[in-house]
């Protein structure tokens, strides 16, 4: 027999026998979780000896990373406080009188006496 | 009161304890999920050793980046998966990048050349193991995350980082593949006839 003869009649096998092989792949293929690999014992005491402490500033950025709006909520902080300092505090940072006249008491005295 | 490390807690329990530093229940958390990580391993990096090593490093980074994990996006299991994955893929492309390369045929072809005959009915693990180790890195990923891992196609996507409908054609391409190199080696036992 040639080699291509042989190569037709493999054709014609396979041909006949793709669903059979299919099939059989299909079924092999959900064996597959009942032949995974255990880990070997040791393999966990290995991980936990080897744990490292962790570092708060990873954390804190691992944490900001993990949701859309916490970053977004870190960065409006500072503004929400400027807001509300601003709004709550608003009226005791305008200069008093008494007060502005003690800033400038020095000023007017010079003024007054024909200094400036 | 119930114990933050009881055996009944569900992972994403054990994972906002984990957030907190809590090591009995990081301990807890890698005894139920070490076989499945380690065969999934095993299965990418085709060596014990090498398979240890990244089990080892995936554990070692959930316990770092446990606060980047968001029980609103994925399970327990598929973030430890992508983070397995991902790790493997940078490890190989740190020492071959060309390991990655979609290059099945050539694999697929050597291996139908082997003098070691494929069954079509009743084909042993090791020679369905050989089979699927030479797949395409995504193929064989895909296949083995569905099959041996029991995901979801959705799950497999987002460890993977790709689309269900790309995991779909990734799982009817490896399933192609396997069932080519199978013919390969029925042609070749049958060449080899008298």
């Known amino acids: 027999m040639t080699g291509k003869e042989g190569n037709q009649r493999g054709e014609e096998?396979?041909?006949?026998?793709?669903?059979?092989?299919?099939?059989?792949?299909?079924?092999?293929?959900?064996?597959?979780?009942?032949?995974?690999?255990?880990?070997?014992?040791?393999?966990q005491e290995r991980i936990m000896a080897n744990l490292p402490e962790r570092d708060p500033w990873q954390d804190l950025l691992d944490w900001l990373r993990a949701s859309t709006w916490r970053p977004v909520a870190a960065a409006a902080l500072p503004l929400l406080l400027g807001f509300t300092v601003g709004l709550t505090a608003g009226d005791?940072?305008?200069?008093e009188p008494t007060t502005e006249s003690l800033i400038f008491a020095e000023v007017w005295e010079a003024y007054e006496t024909d200094e400036i | 009161m119930q114990s933050q490390t009881d055996?009944?807690?569900?992972?994403?329990?054990?994972?906002?304890a984990i957030q907190?530093?809590?090591?009995?229940?990081?301990?807890?958390?890698?005894?139920?999920?070490?076989?499945?990580?380690f065969g999934y391993a095993m299965r990418l990096s085709g060596e014990r050793a090498a398979a240890e090593d990244?089990?080892?490093?995936?554990?070692?980074?959930?316990?770092?980046?446990?606060?980047?994990?968001?029980?609103?996006?994925?399970?327990?299991?598929?973030?430890?998966?992508?983070?397995?994955?991902?790790?493997?893929?940078?490890?190989?492309?740190?020492?071959?990048?060309?390991?990655?390369?979609?290059?099945?045929?050539?694999?697929?072809?050597a291996l139908a050349a082997t003098d070691d005959p494929v069954d079509e009915q009743a084909p042993s693990h090791e020679q369905l193991d050989k089979l699927i180790d030479t797949l395409p890195f995504e193929q064989k990923s895909a296949l083995?995350?569905?099959?041996?891992?029991?995901?979801?196609?959705?799950?497999?996507?987002a460890i993977m980082?790709?689309?269900?409908?790309?995991?779909?054609?990734?799982?009817?391409?490896?399933?192609?593949?396997?069932?080519?190199?199978?013919?390969?080696?029925?042609?070749?036992?049958n060449e080899a006839l008298p």
């Open chain 1, 13 to 43: 096998k396979s041909g006949e026998e793709l669903p059979d092989i299919q099939k059989a792949l299909e079924r092999d293929l959900e064996r597959l979780r009942a032949s995974r690999p255990a880990a070997p014992a040791y393999l």
């Open chain 2, 161 to 189: 980082g790709i689309g269900t409908r790309a995991v779909e054609s990734l799982l009817a391409r490896a399933r192609k593949n396997l069932i080519k190199a199978r013919e390969a080696s029925i042609h070749t036992e």
């Open chain 2, 144 to 157: 083995t995350l569905s099959y041996q891992q029991g995901f979801s196609n959705r799950d497999v996507g």
């Open chain 2, 54 to 109: 990244l089990v080892q490093d995936t554990w070692l980074a959930v316990w770092q980046k446990a606060r980047s994990y968001n029980a609103r996006k994925a399970r327990v299991s598929t973030w430890l998966h992508r983070i397995l994955h991902n790790r493997h893929i940078d490890n190989v492309r740190r020492r071959v990048p060309e390991r990655l390369a979609d290059t099945d045929e050539a694999d697929i072809a």
């Open chain 1, 92 to 95: 005791d940072l305008e200069l």
């Open chain 2, 7 to 16: 055996e009944t807690q569900t992972d994403e329990t054990l994972m906002k």
């Open chain 2, 20 to 37: 907190r530093g809590n090591r009995e229940a990081f301990s807890l958390l890698v005894s139920r999920h070490l076989d499945a990580l």
